[in-house]
Structure formats: structure tokens, C-alpha cells
């Protein structure tokens, strides 16, 4: 049995004052921690192609935020708030109900449930057409959409209707500025609730000075859930729940990183938990070939003997794919990285600083050791700014 991991370990004392309300006006004006094998240096977010080998292989997420709150208004004045999770039909590949027409359903979190009787159908205007949501099942939470005109994508009417989901910890309204600065300028595959915040800070002025430097760079897909906010309410760590997301992988992806004879960073936690997965998903298709991309929270920690380097991992996810005929291969991903988690692939880190307690900071904590107290504690006297419009850091353990 595993000994417990206290979660009072991994807090410590934010300050309300050092939460970012609002984000910068220009995204690479941030701080920039860098942690370079225990020591501390503090910069700005410009001058991180400087503090990049050469050699590096960055893997950046390029999930795209949709507007996922919608607000319905009942004639008798109620206001009921649907928060989109994750797809039921016409699929749950994300992707394919966002360009679904005519109807869908959702699994939903609901704001003021009480107020929403079973048989009431819900409506809100659009463009002259109109939505209605009905009620399928409510202890589930699961949601039908019809809208007229039907020929529209439902990417299309929420982009009309839904309101940017600002975190939990933002105590404001979503405003017209949040539509574009909750999103990364390297967005395209819409399906996250929850913007990739590491990747908040790129420029495209960075990224060109990335290319001059001969940086290499990778894009690969996970659509963060509402999940990534969920407290650790347990005492001892292991025994919290993980929530599961969406990840879309390529073959170029699979080949960058057999290749890659190079420092492979992870733009942000979300990217770091897809690239740790695919190790974990070609141990499993190395036991099982025709294993589902299913990376349960526990995977990572059975009892295997003699696990593959990354190399091996990684070339049975190709054959795989290969075999299969797949150019883009879908899976989910519960991965819980706890301290004492060995890594498989990354070995850097970009990301912002996380909330105390958190399934982020357990990440943290495992990739960098105890010295994650020392990083925060470099952060909070230097007055940066935390959470998701917050400011940046370089990790390299």
C-alpha cells in the first residue's frame, strides 16, 4: 500500500490581492520565473527563447476555448445557467458535436436547477432563429440542443450566444476583451471549457523569436475540462478523484518525438499530462495491441516490471496507428501525477503558478521536488501575479 500524501503539504498562503482578475495588455509583458536546476533567475516572458537550448522540442496545447456558459431567462424572471462538460450525441469526440447541426446533447452542469421543471423547455433567441434546451436527465445533468436555423454548426450558435468561462477564482464578469485573452494565439481545435493558461503569454513576436533560434515546436491537442478547477478535498491526496479530458494526438506528433534527440518541454501542464499519457498508452498496447487510449488515474502506478524507455512506448503507439490507418488517434486521459511520479518524456515545464492545494500543484511539486516551496516563494516576494491570467515560469529540474 502507498503511503498517503497529505495534501496541507502542497498549500501555502495565497494572497486574494495576487490573483489576476484581468490579464496584461500585452501577453509577453509577464514575469518570467526560470528554475534551472535549483537556482532562480527572474526575467520577463520575452526573453524566454534566452533561457531555451537550442536543442529544445516544445509541445505547445492548441485546444480553442468555447464560449461554454449560456444563459437562459424563464418569463418568470429566473435565470437558469448551463455550463457545457463534454458531449454525449451525436458523439463524444468533441470535434464532431461542435460541427453537429440541428441538435445535440450535452452533459451540463446547471445553475439553478430548482427553478427548471422537467417538461419546461428552455429558449433563447438567435440571430432570428432560436435555441431550445430540454431536459433529459437531471441527475446526470444531460441536456438536448435544437436551434433553428438548423443548417448552422453548434459551434456556430453557441459562438452567438455562450459567454467566455472565465475561472471559478475570476470574480467578475466575462467581458468582450476575455473572448480573445482567454485563448492562445496558436488556438484551433475548438472543445475546451478552460483556456491552456501557459500558453497565454506567446506572442506571435515570441514565437518568430523561437524560430530564430532554431527552437522546434509541436502542437498536439487536449481539451481542458472544468475539472482542472476541482479542489483535492481529501486529506491524503492519493485518494481524490481525477477528472478525464480529451486528447487528440497526430502521427507527426509520434515521429517529432521519436526523433527528438532534444529537451523536451511541455508548454503547460495540460501538454505535459498528454505527452506522459502516450508513454503510459504504449505500455498498455505493449501488454495489450489493441488496447483502448484509456489512461486511467492509476495506470502510471501499477506494479509493471521492466517498463520501456520512451522510445519503445512511443514506437508501439506508431505501430499501432499504423496498423490502424490513423492519422490522428483520439483518447482520454485521467493521469494523476502525484509526487513521486518518475517522468517519462518531459523534461521541462512552462506554466504558470497554481492554486494551493491543487491537482496543479501536486503536478508541480512532483516534477521539481521540494523545491517548489522556494519557486513560490520567489514568486510571491517578487510580486508576481497567479493563476490563469497570471504570470509565467520556466521550469528545468
Known amino acids: 500500500m502507498k503511503p498517503p500524501i497529505s495534501i496541507l503539504d502542497y498549500t501555502y498562503t495565497l494572497p486574494e490581492e495576487r490573483i489576476a482578475d484581468v490579464p496584461l495588455e500585452n501577453r509577453d509583458a509577464s514575469k518570467l520565473l526560470v528554475y534551472n536546476h535549483g537556482n532562480i533567475e527572474h526575467s520577463e516572458f520575452t526573453s524566454l527563447p534566452d533561457y531555451l537550448p537550442t536543442n529544445t522540442l516544445l509541445f505547445f496545447n492548441n485546444t480553442r476555448v468555447i464560449p461554454a456558459r449560456i444563459y437562459f431567462h424563464k418569463e418568470t424572471g429566473a435565470t437558469i445557467e448551463v455550463f457545457l462538460l463534454q458531449p454525449a450525441q451525436p458523439s463524444s469526440i468533441l470535434a464532431e458535436t461542435m460541427q453537429a447541426t440541428k441538435s445535440c446533447q450535452w452533459y451540463c452542469t446547471i445553475g439553478n436547477l430548482k427553478r427548471w421543471k422537467d417538461q419546461n423547455k428552455l429558449t433563447k433567441n438567435v440571430d432570428g432563429g432560436v435555441l431550445t434546451a430540454e431536459l433529459i436527465n437531471r441527475e446526470q445533468g444531460l441536456i438536448e440542443f435544437i436551434w433553428s436555423p438548423a443548417n448552422l454548426s453548434f459551434a456556430e450558435i453557441i459562438s452567438k450566444v455562450g459567454i467566455t468561462p472565465l475561472p471559478p477564482y475570476i470574480k467578475r464578469d466575462a467581458n468582450k476583451d476575455d473572448l480573445n485573452r482567454y485563448q492562445t494565439v496558436y488556438s484551433h481545435h475548438e472543445g475546451a471549457v478552460a483556456a491552456p493558461t501557459a500558453g497565454l503569454h506567446f506572442t506571435e513576436s515570441v514565437l518568430k523569436e523561437l524560430d530564430t533560434k532554431g527552437i522546434k515546436k509541436d502542437f498536439l491537442t487536449l481539451h481542458v475540462s472544468a475539472g482542472t478547477f476541482q479542489p483535492v478535498k481529501t486529506e ?103 509526487p513521486g511520479y518518475t517522468f517519462r518524456i518531459c523534461r521541462g515545464l512552462i506554466t504558470n503558478f497554481h492554486l494551493p492545494g491543487s491537482t496543479l500543484m501536486l503536478l508541480v511539486a512532483a516534477f521539481v521536488g521540494e523545491d517548489w516551496k522556494k519557486i513560490y516563494q520567489g514568486a510571491l516576494n517578487n510580486n508576481y501575479r497567479f493563476l490563469s491570467y497570471g504570470d509565467s515560469s520556466l521550469l528545468l529540474p
Open 236 to 338: 491524503n491526496a492519493r485518494e481524490h478523484i481525477m477528472h478525464q479530458e480529451q486528447v487528440m494526438v497526430s502521427v507527426q506528433n509520434i515521429e517529432n518525438l521519436l526523433q527528438a534527440d532534444s529537451l523536451i518541454v511541455a508548454v503547460g501542464t495540460t501538454s505535459m499530462r498528454t505527452l506522459e499519457s502516450l508513454y503510459w498508452y504504449g505500455v498498455k498496447l505493449m501488454h495489450d495491441e489493441k488496447a483502448a487510449f484509456v489512461i486511467d488515474q492509476e495506470d502510471a502506478y501499477q506494479n509493471y516490471s521492466n517498463l520501456p524507455d520512451r522510445k519503445e512506448a512511443l514506437t508501439a503507439v506508431m505501430k499501432y496507428m499504423k496498423e490502424n490507418k490513423l492519422s490522428i488517434l483520439i483518447g482520454h486521459t485521467s493521469i494523476y501525477i502525484l
